[in-house]
């Protein structure tokens, strides 16, 4: 009996699993003693080939930082629940901050040629900006690295959303316009009852985007400034020489984004479900 597409994928991923994993395990297996070794770099690398923590090093690794993971000893000292809420906190905020402007915003700019024609040079303009160059300028004007963070988020989050929900109220087809203007509609209500419904799954895709790209900046903004945050956390841990942590936090890092993009695909397609 062959089994369903989904078992088959799951056997598969958990094959590429173990497999990866055997690798590691091979590609740290302790260096052979060789007299041309500096003893400090080999005490620093853990006698291992690669100078790579070994699987179980990373489990050992894990276990310290979840089992107490709001301990709080202090700046340089803190739990990855902690580190974690800090960098959430920061993203969420900015995110918010962003659809605040960029869906209002997006919705005005689809809904006028005109309009869109007009602020098009300076979208262009300030787009391909790297959000982190704006760093720099947020913490000079601002004097607050956290609140610096949340602005450079802010302005990462801006463009997928303000472009995604431009181009969906500009989608919304001519028919369903025309029904409401023979039906003489107010605009208020044609745009929270046709051009919203309609442009919905656009506006949702340009937030997933929105929120991926600001997972992606806030660990650097946070390496950047410091302080707090699962960015800190890992350039803190690299300084005291503890990959193992780091590699741990790169796994933590990539299951929260995996999870942020999980719910806004679940909730496109809710929508796409309710059309």
């Not at 080939?49 to 990373?58: C, F, H, T």
């Not at 051009?195 to 997972?215: D, H």
């Amino acid at each position: 009996m062959r089994l369903p597409l989904r078992a088959r994928a799951a056997l598969g991923s958990l094959l590429l699993l173990a497999l990866f994993l055997a690798a590691w395990q091979l590609a740290t297996l302790p260096a052979p003693a060789s007299g041309g070794t500096d003893p400090e770099y080999a005490a620093m690398l853990g006698g291992h080939k690669s100078g790579l923590p070994a699987p179980a090093q990373i489990a050992e690794a894990a276990w310290a930082q979840l089992k107490d993971p709001l301990h709080d000893g202090g700046m340089n000292d803190k739990g990855i629940a902690i580190q974690l809420a800090w960098s959430l906190g920061r993203v969420l905020l900015g995110f918010a901050l962003a659809a605040l402007v960029a869906v209002p915003l997006g919705f005005f700019v689809g809904m006028s040629p005109l309009v869109q024609r007009a602020l098009n040079p300076y979208v262009q303009l300030l787009k391909p900006i790297s959000p982190l160059a704006w760093m720099p300028l947020a913490l000079y004007t601002i004097k607050d690295s956290s609140v610096s963070s949340v602005f450079v988020i802010s302005i990462c989050s801006l463009w997928p959303m303000l472009l995604n929900t431009a181009h969906g109220v500009a989608s919304v087809k001519r028919e369903w316009l025309d029904v409401a203007r023979t039906l003489e509609v107010s605009t208020v209500r044609k745009a929270l009852l046709v051009v919203l419904p309609a442009a919905a799954p656009t506006i949702l895709t340009g937030m997933r985007i929105s929120m991926g790209i600001a997972w992606l900046v806030i660990v650097a903004a946070e390496m950047l400034v410091g302080g707090t945050g699962i960015g800190y956390f890992v350039w803190n841990e690299w300084n005291n020489l503890s990959l193992a942590n780091v590699i741990f936090a790169l796994l933590i890092i990539g299951l929260m984004g995996m999870l942020l993009d999980f719910g806004f695909a679940t909730l496109g397609k809710l929508v796409a479900y309710r059309e």
